[in-house]
């Protein structure tokens, strides 16, 4: 994973509950992204950030919300407006431009 | 925007046989295509990647070509592991945009 880490590797979420899934990376690079990848449905964007403080949607934003008030971190809530929130999801990091895109190893999120 | 289909959606090779997997994408001012392994259980990784001025990239038994007038894009694996089986991802960039992923292809390559 080269220094980026997602955690936990498995999550379990109640119904109505708020879920965060945490990215940390120490590559210093400008940009990072998540994304949600269900079986046969490729990556997904849902939010990115290019820049500290600021951030945007992606394709499939609601039900999401995320925060960038450091580099090195950019943790995604899954809210409970999300209705089917389970999947499995990547966190990335790019440096300059949005070009070559480096994963973590993903957290599992499931529904009890 | 950027719309990028990948096929097959589902491949299975003989060990030592060769996979061909196929991308094309919808806006011509793209300009970077990379491919993308991802194994089960863990985060895609770049593999190989190719820019609109080059032809054709090769690396070891990868290769990837670009038709830029046909929007086509292409990775090929010539004899085939069975560690090469995994998901394959297609991507296209067009500059300070996130990049634009296929719906992957799913690699079985049999012993």
């Known amino acids: 994973d080269g220094g980026i880490t997602q955690s936990p590797k498995y999550l379990f979420r109640k119904e109505g509950q708020n879920v965060t899934l945490s990215c940390e990376q120490n590559l210093n690079h400008d940009a990072m992204y998540w994304y949600r990848q269900d079986p046969g449905q490729g990556l997904r964007l849902i939010y990115y950030?290019?820049?500290?403080?600021?951030?945007q949607k992606g394709d499939i934003a609601e039900g999401y919300s995320v925060s960038r008030e450091k580099k090195e971190s950019f943790p995604l809530t899954v809210t409970s407006a999300q209705k089917n929130p389970t999947a499995f999801y990547l966190c990335?990091?790019?440096?300059?431009?949005?070009?070559?895109?480096?994963f973590g190893s993903g957290t599992q999120l499931s529904v009890l | 925007g950027e719309n990028v289909e990948q096929h097959p959606s589902t491949l299975s090779v003989q060990e030592g046989d060769s996979a061909v997997i196929k991308c094309t994408y919808s806006?011509?001012?793209?300009?970077?295509f990379p491919w993308y392994k991802q194994e089960l259980g863990k985060g895609p990784q770049l593999i190989i990647d190719?820019?609109?001025?080059?032809g054709e990239k090769k690396d070891q038994r990868i290769a990837v070509t670009l038709n830029k007038t046909a929007k086509h894009f292409s990775l090929h694996i010539t004899e085939t592991q069975p560690e090469d089986s995994a998901v394959y991802f297609c991507?296209?960039?067009?500059?300070?945009?996130?990049?634009?992923f296929g719906k992957g292809t799913r690699l079985s390559v049999i012993a």
């Open positions: 991507a296209a960039y067009k500059g300070n945009t996130p990049l634009v």
């Open positions: 990335a990091i790019s440096d300059s431009g949005n070009e070559k895109l480096f």
């Open positions: 190719i820019r609109s001025n080059v």
């Open positions: 806006d011509s001012a793209s300009n970077y």
């Open positions: 950030s290019q820049i500290v403080n600021d951030f």
